[in-house]
């Protein structure tokens, strides 16, 4: 048998009041509504529970019995419902703000300082989220906002607000026979077209492509190894499996024993973006957004310096509040 929660209600307004004109107002029904909704409960329950005349109600044995029962039910409801409403204002006022990569130290503290500035009862969580998810929870809701590596998979579902151009940067073994040349260029990665390079995830997509320099090759690049984690790509590295292409601000992530970067001058810039979904519209979010556009076009001391990329950074387009200067495009890779 299934009695609605508002049944209940309307039975133990009229208990109380033994009224059913006073017991109607009380819960904000016409009176002839809430006679109705009483006989369809005493015909579900299979008993009378008031007994009426022209001058009085009163409760029968059976209205009696149920009283004490339905004032516990409701009570446990409205528990219920007010549980339900502090979730629901605690999700209002909270993010999760998801990261394949770090955005660097230079712009969490001052981020979550502005975004109190706009919304003191708010508060941010930062998740790590796997490479293999090359939306950083954006694409399946998990994560409110992402910081991404551009370019990102099904861009025209995103909004970004890029917060740092950084140079490449290429990654190899101390021994490999260009690790001797202080900087390189796409000519010197040229006379090794063979050499391999380490790739991210092939559900990584453009981006992908982008760390591989796929659209200035004449060729496929050939892959030694598909890494997914920082320690992955390191041990790929001084396994020989290849060599990598990082952000210059991802260097000191492999700055270890058999490692060496070094800067390839003319090649295009990695772009870190801040992404969130284009039709999420709320306040909250916006705010942060605005809040991380004022931190990184505030001062070169508050701009962020990315860490290692990973498969999965997601990142629209904006092209807001950037932290370095564009670069030409580059001369075709492999072009000698």
């Keep these: 048998m299934d009695i609605h929660v508002r049944d209940l209600r309307y039975f133990v307004a009229v208990a109380e009041e033994l009224h059913f004109t006073r017991a109607a107002e009380r819960v904000l029904v016409s009176q002839p509504a809430l006679s109705k909704q009483i006989r369809l409960l005493e015909r579900q329950l299979g008993v009378t529970l008031f007994e009426r ?22 009570a446990a409801w409205d528990d219920t419902d ?106 010197d990665l040229a006379d090794l077209a063979d050499q391999p390079f380490l790739a991210l995830p092939e559900d990584a997509g453009d981006l992908r492509d982008f760390w591989l320099l796929t659209a200035l090759r004449p060729t496929p690049p050939r892959i030694g190894a598909v890494v997914r984690s920082a320690e992955e790509t390191y041990e790929a590295l001084v396994g020989g499996l290849g060599i990598v292409l990082i952000a210059a601000g991802n260097a000191p992530l492999l700055d270890r024993a058999g490692v060496v970067t070094r800067p390839l001058v003319d090649g295009p810039r990695s772009e870190l973006a801040l992404a969130w979904r284009r039709d999420d519209r709320r306040r909250i979010v916006t705010d942060f957004v605005r809040a ?5 076009t505030a001062s070169p001391q508050t701009r962020p310096r990315p860490a290692l990329h990973r498969s999965n950074d997601p990142a629209p387009k904006d092209g807001d509040a950037t932290t370095g200067p564009d670069t030409p495009d580059p001369p075709a890779f492999m072009a000698g």
Aim: with cysteine; charged share 25%; glycine share 4%.
């Design 53 to 74: 005349d022209r001058r009085a109600v009163r409760l029968t044995e059976a209205g009696a019995v149920l009283l004490p029962h339905a004032r516990r039910v409701l």
């Design 82 to 187: 007010s549980a339900l409403a502090r979730h629901r204002a605690a999700l209002a006022s909270s993010l999760v703000v998801g990261m394949s990569t770090s955005p660097g130290r230079g712009l969490l503290p001052a981020l979550r300082s502005r975004f109190r500035s706009r919304q003191p009862a708010a508060e941010f969580e930062l998740r790590q989220v796997q490479w293999d998810d090359s939306t950083a929870g954006l694409a399946d809701g998990s994560c409110d906002l992402a910081f991404v590596w551009l370019p990102l998979p099904s861009a025209r579902d995103y909004e970004t607000l890029v917060i740092a151009r950084e140079p490449l940067l290429v990654a190899l073994p101390d021994d490999h026979p260009l690790a001797a040349r202080p900087e390189l260029h796409l000519a």
């Design 292 to 296: 991380c556009r004022e931190v990184t």
